[in-house]
Structures are given as C-alpha cells and as structure tokens.
C-alpha cells in the first residue's frame, strides 16, 4: 500500500502577481463577515508571499510587529493596515454596497443629505 504524505497548505506559496494578492484580498474581505483579524491573516498571507522583511521595510515598521500585527490572532490598528497595504502596491476603494440596506444619514438640520 502507498502512503499519502501530506502537507500543511501555505497560500503564500500560490499568491505570485500583484493580481493574484489584490484578488486573494478581495475575496478574504468579501467572506471576513466583519472580522478584522481575518483581514488582517490574509494581508499575512499576502506579506509573507511578498517578503516579509521587505513589506516590514516598505512599511515602516519592524519585522516582529509586522508578524504580530498579521498573525490573526488580533485586529491591527488602521494605520498599520493602511501602511501594510500600501508597502503591498494594493490599493484601497469605495464601491457601492448594493447587498446592504442602505440608509441616509441626515444632516444637522435633519435633512436627508441626498435632497440637496
């Protein structure tokens, strides 16, 4: 009888073009259900695929605070988020959620906004 030998799955090993990671990204936003240190694990994935000393360098912070900053076992700060993907070459947008309720919010004279 042959033996399976089987290793542990690293996404890192797959994410190869800039396309690949901003698309691994996306599709980790999409099923995060809100949960930021999911994000952040992914933008991990993404590091460690890159280089993480590089994106630790690019990003202005140091190697060791990056890892625990990404691990997934907490929520980094939007800051370091910001300067994560930015050290990645990812861009960040705004795009119409047309799954969610959507609810305009007043102004402070308690007019809908979108009136104007």
């Known amino acids: 009888m042959v033996k399976t030998k089987t ?3 690293d996404v890192s090993e797959h994410l190869r073009t800039p ?6 990204l996306e599709a980790c936003i999409e099923e995060a259900n809100g949960d930021a240190a999911f994000i ?3 933008l991990g994935d993404i ?8 994106v630790a360098r690019d990003a202005g912070l140091s190697r060791e605070s990056l890892y625990k900053a990404l691990s997934g076992e ?3 700060g939007f800051d370091t988020v910001l300067k994560v993907i930015g050290a990645l ?3 960040l947008r705004a795009e119409v959620n047309t799954k969610a309720q959507q ?8 007019k809908a906004l979108a009136s104007r």
């Open 89 to 91: 070459g990812i861009g």
């Open 19 to 24: 396309e690949e990671m901003a698309a691994y």
């Open 7 to 9: 290793t542990k799955y």
């Open 103 to 110: 609810v305009v919010p007043p102004n402070r004279r308690g």
């Open 74 to 76: 907490r929520s980094p």
């Open 40 to 42: 952040a694990k992914a």
């Open 47 to 54: 590091a460690r695929a890159k280089g993480m000393s590089q």
